[in-house]
C-alpha cells in the first residue's frame, strides 16, 4: 500500500493539513456504524473489536481520532496503518469521522461523550475509563477532547499533537494521567509546541514523556504496524492495575 505525503503546515493552519491516501480495503474484523445524536446529526464512526466478547464485557478501549480533514479516507489510513491488529492485541477501538467535515477540535468534540457513552453500552471500559490517541490534527483533538471530559479518559497519546489556545491553559487536568507525545525532528514547528506543553505539564507535576523521533517529519512511521503504540498502551493498562 503506498504510503500517503502529509505536508507540514504552518504552526497556526492546522485545518490546511492534506494528506494523500490510497484507500486500500479496511482490516479485517472491521466495521462501520452510524451513530444518529441527539440533534439528529448523524455520527459515522469505525470499531475494531475482538471476536466472542459479550455484551457489557470490560475491555481496553481506545478512542482513535483521525489526520488531515478527519474524513472516512484518514479514518481508513489509521486502520490499515496503526490500528488494524487492535483486536488481535485484546483492544476494541473507536474511530469517528468528523460529522459534516467539522473537525474534532473545531465543534465535532461536543459529540464525542454521547459516542462514547454508546459504545460502553456494548463494551465495558475497562477500569471504568477510555484511552485516546490522535494524530496530527486528531493529536490536536485528543487535547481538547480529554481536556472537556478528563473523567472519561485513562491515558493521552499524541502522534503528533498539542494543546491549542485555551486548551494549553487547562493542562492541571491532566496531573493525574499519563500523557506521551511523538513528533518527527523535521516537524519543526510541531516540535515547538510540542517541547512548550512537555515544559509545562512537568512543571505541574504531571506524569509526561515527549519523544523527538530522529529522522522522522510529520508522519512517524515507526508508529505503522501498531505494535509500538499497543505496547504502550498496555504498559498503562499494568501500571494501572499496580496502583
Do not use: C
Not at 464512526?45 to 464485557?57: C, E, F, L, M, R
Not at 475491555?59 to 484518514?74: E, Y
Not at 515527549?210 to 504502550?232: C, N, P, T, W
Amino acid at each position: 500500500m503506498k504510503q500517503p505525503i502529509w505536508r507540514r503546515p504552518a504552526l497556526f493552519i492546522i485545518s490546511m493539513i492534506v494528506i494523500a491516501i490510497s484507500y486500500g480495503p479496511v482490516a479485517a474484523k472491521t466495521e462501520y456504524r452510524v451513530l444518529q445524536l441527539k440533534d439528529k446529526t448523524k455520527l459515522d464512526y469505525a470499531i475494531i473489536a475482538p471476536d466472542n466478547v459479550t455484551v457489557k464485557q470490560e475491555l481496553p478501549i481506545l478512542l482513535a481520532l483521525p489526520p488531515g480533514p478527519q474524513h472516512k479516507g484518514t479514518v481508513d489510513w489509521g486502520l490499515n496503518n496503526i490500528y488494524k491488529d487492535a483486536a488481535e492485541n485484546g483492544w476494541v477501538v473507536i474511530s469517528p469521522v468528523a460529522p459534516n467535515g467539522r473537525l474534532f477540535f473545531s465543534g465535532s468534540e461536543k459529540y464525542i461523550p454521547e459516542l462514547l457513552a454508546h459504545v460502553a453500552d456494548e463494551f465495558q471500559p475497562e477500569g471504568g475509563k477510555f484511552h485516546i490517541a490522535g494524530i496530527s490534527n486528531g493529536g490536536i483533538s485528543t487535547f481538547r477532547i480529554v481536556l472537556n471530559s478528563p473523567e472519561m479518559f485513562q491515558s493521552v497519546i499524541a502522534l503528533p499533537g498539542f494543546p491549542r489556545g485555551n486548551d494549553f491553559h487547562k493542562l492541571s487536568l491532566l496531573k493525574d494521567k499519563p500523557v506521551r507525545m511523538f513528533v518527527g525532528e523535521h516537524d519543526t514547528g510541531w516540535v515547538e509546541a510540542m517541547q512548550r506543553t512537555q515544559r509545562e505539564l512537568a512543571k505541574l507535576g504531571a506524569d509526561v514523556e515527549l519523544e523527538i523521533v530522529a529522522g522522522s517529519g510529520h508522519q512517524i512511521e515507526a508508529f505503522y504496524d501498531g505494535k509500538k503504540l499497543f505496547a504502550l498502551l498496555d504498559s498503562f493498562r499494568r501500571k494501572e492495575k499496580v496502583n
